[in-house]
């Protein structure tokens, strides 16, 4: 078989909050604007986020609990963009049930609470853990970074 004959599937995305990165990250997905990526489910608490969906992204499931969205076989990995506060705990319950996660920035608000999740990231090393620096490429970060003594 040739390189040209494998198909690559695509990686069936969750996303964990649909507030306005949430709602820009799963708009990107759903109209295929991320070659290799397909939304499959997104969650919120939000009432009017789940009509949104209905309308929007007519074929993706919707939770209101992110838990169950972590319970879906159609997701294999999730984006997180809940809450900076609430973003190691999904994490962590995200790679326990085996699922790749991307986290927005910052990933905690405490650097206590980083142990166990470096934990199971270690112990789950066949799973791909990234956080989301948007940033990092501004000009404006790029001149203040050249400000810091090392």
């Known amino acids: 078989m040739s390189l040209k004959e494998v198909q690559v599937l695509p990686i069936k995305v969750g996303i964990v909050g649909l507030g306005l990165q949430g709602s820009k990250y799963a708009s990107l997905i759903y109209d295929r604007q991320v070659k290799g990526m397909q939304l499959t489910a997104v969650s919120s608490r939000s009432t009017e986020k789940r009509d949104y969906v209905q309308e929007r992204f007519k074929d993706v499931l919707f939770y209101h609990d992110y838990r169950d969205l972590l ?20 994490a962590i319950e995200a790679l326990s049930r085996n699922k790749h996660v991307l986290a927005e920035k910052p990933l905690s608000v405490h650097t206590k609470e980083l142990e166990p999740l470096r934990q199971i990231a270690e112990q789950k090393s066949d799973l791909c853990f990234g956080i989301i620096f948007n940033q990092r490429t ?8 050249g400000f810091i003594v090392k």
């Open 71 to 90: 319970n879906e076989s159609l997701v294999d990995a999730v984006i997180i963009c809940v809450p900076h506060f609430q973003h190691v705990a999904v």
């Open 138 to 145: 501004k000009p404006a970060v790029s001149k203040t970074e």
